[in-house]
């Protein structure tokens, strides 16, 4: 979908100037045509959806994109955390009532819910306010001591809601399992749903016929999960004072091969050892710089963190050393038991 957007479709929803340049990037073209910056996508794909959806044969119905986002965000900070752009995967739903909304909202919620783990990270599911569209949306935190965002979580059967919609206090019973204790956390919000129910179906004129012919508005849900942020987010909770430890299922490399020595043979089988371990399909960051030292080699691979770093010099002879990033000690394996792993 379009990143510059417009003005025409956010007038027809009222976003044009509410909540308008408080959060849109808006400026003036040739003809004094007016565009905005795209900060979600509501306004695009619902005259989109008009296309396809005209009979209760068509629904459900759902689209996704990942792209480049822009907020005119007051408070940029924290790298990839806050800013101005930003990645987002964003999912749109169509639907012919509320309990088919329902059901798909709770699939994507579980979808969710398995992707922040695979990603490393213990995301809460976190009540949050549903603003203008339902009573409640649902956020997805993962508390970390340097986390911009303040919920309340149960200390038993991790309920969460966002301070904004909080009404108790620290300490307070778990409304929803009693025994348990909600606890103030800091967090980061890496995702987030909403069910929009008519809102833009109506502004545009979404209907579907059902069964008996009838015009009804079509139900909608929003669903993004920000990419860019989910990689700060893991930086921020998995590292040391020495650097990044990539979780192995999003590290961007398996392998930090190092060439440590200017000698002949041992460049050669660090060569060999490149070549062999990328034709077995495993992805390495090969460090064969001849100006560094084995201390800045060293120093690089920890701060990079990657999960393994594997060493060939003139003290490992056939062998290359095998070192984790995460605890573990160096050891000397075969270059089929580093494969074996890498691929594991």
Request: proline share 5%.
């Amino acid at each position: 979908m379009p990143a510059l957007h417009p003005k025409e479709p956010w007038a027809t929803t009222g976003r044009w100037t509410d909540p308008g340049p408080a959060v849109m990037f808006q400026l003036t073209g040739r003809s004094e045509a007016e565009f905005g910056l795209g900060w979600t996508h509501e306004e695009i794909v619902t005259p989109m959806a008009k296309r396809f959806i005209s009979s209760y044969r068509d629904l459900p119905f759902a689209v996704f994109q990942i792209q480049d986002k822009f907020r005119n965000e007051p408070r940029a900070k924290s790298g990839l955390l806050r800013g101005r752009e930003f990645s987002m995967k964003d999912l749109y739903s169509f639907h012919r009532d509320h309990a088919d909304l329902e059901t798909y909202y709770a699939k994507v919620s579980e979808a969710y819910g398995r992707i922040f783990t695979r990603c490393g990270l213990d995301a809460a599911l976190t009540e949050a306010s549903g603003g203008p569209f339902a009573k409640y949306s649902h956020e997805f935190q993962v508390p970390t001591p340097n986390g911009e965002d303040v919920i309340f979580q149960c200390s038993a059967c991790r309920y969460a809601q966002n301070k904004e919609i909080f009404e108790g206090q620290a300490g307070a019973r778990c409304a929803k399992c009693q025994p348990g204790k909600m606890q103030e956390r800091k967090a980061i919000e890496v995702g987030n749903i909403f069910m929009l129910g008519t809102r833009f179906s109506s502004a545009f004129g979404l209907t579907y016929l059902d069964e008996q012919g009838t015009s009804k508005p079509v139900e909608m849900g929003c669903y993004g999960i920000g990419p860019s942020r989910v990689l700060g987010t893991v930086v921020e909770v998995h590292h040391d004072d020495a650097g990044m430890i990539w979780p192995k299922s999003i590290a961007p490399y398996a392998v930090h091969l190092l060439a440590l020595g200017k000698e002949s043979d041992v460049i050669a089988r660090a060569d060999r050892a490149y070549a062999a371990l990328q034709a077995a399909g495993v992805e390495v960051l090969y460090d064969d710089r001849l100006a560094v030292s084995a201390g800045e080699k060293f120093a690089a691979a920890d701060l990079i963190g990657l999960p393994l770093r594997a060493v060939v010099s003139s003290r490992t002879a056939d062998r290359i050393e095998r070192r984790a990033r995460l605890g573990a000690a160096a050891d000397l394996v075969s270059l089929s038991q580093l494969t074996a792993e890498a691929k594991s």
